[in-house]
């Protein structure tokens, strides 16, 4: 049986039926990510985003470490679980990035389908939620 399509929205391609009616195709969503938004700064990735000192105090279970790096939607820290002293990834979500219309429920969607995903070419996810200002996904 062929899952049932509807198109996208912004381009017309034809893209899995959803709950969603204005979700776009894939093609879109990376175009969008890698178009960047307001505030790009190129000598430090897409976006100049948060710093320890900004994240830290709303990210009370992990003790977050140097940046491992910046892209179009957040930024990265080496991190450790303060309870279980295990070594992790923590992507934080630039605030304008989270602000834009839909970004959020997309998000969530896609770290539950992340979250059922057992592979070992894929990174395990560990951790998600929103803490304050942040939204974030922990990564083994």
Same mark, same amino acid.
């Given at each position: ?14 893209? &899995? ?9 894939? @093609? ?5 990510? #890698?178009?960047?938004?307001?505030? @790009?700064?190129?000598?430090? =990735? $897409?976006?100049?985003?948060? @710093? ?6 709303? #990210?009370? =279970?992990?003790?977050?470490? *140097? ?6 939607? =957040?930024? +990265? ?9 295990? *070594?992790?990834? +923590? ?9 834009? &219309? ?21 990174? $395990?996810?560990? @951790?998600?939620?929103? &803490?304050?200002?942040? &939204? ?5």
């Amino acid at each position: 049986m062929t899952a049932p399509t509807q198109p996208c929205p912004r381009c017309g391609a034809a893209r &899995s039926a959803g709950p969603a009616t204005e979700a776009l195709c894939i @093609d879109c969503v990376a175009r969008e990510v #890698l178009a960047g938004a307001p505030g @790009d700064d190129p000598a430090r =990735g $897409a976006h100049a985003g948060p @710093d320890v000192g900004e994240v830290a105090p709303h #990210l009370t =279970g992990y003790e977050l470490g *140097e940046v491992l790096g910046r892209g179009a939607t =957040g930024t +990265v820290f080496r991190a450790r679980h303060r309870a279980l002293g295990r *070594e992790c990834a +923590v992507k934080v979500l630039h605030a304008e990035v989270a602000a834009r &219309s839909g970004f959020q429920e997309r998000f969530e969607r896609e770290v539950r389908t992340l979250g059922r995903l057992s592979h070992p070419g894929i990174v $395990a996810v560990l @951790d998600a939620g929103r &803490s304050g200002p942040w &939204s974030y996904l922990v990564l083994e």
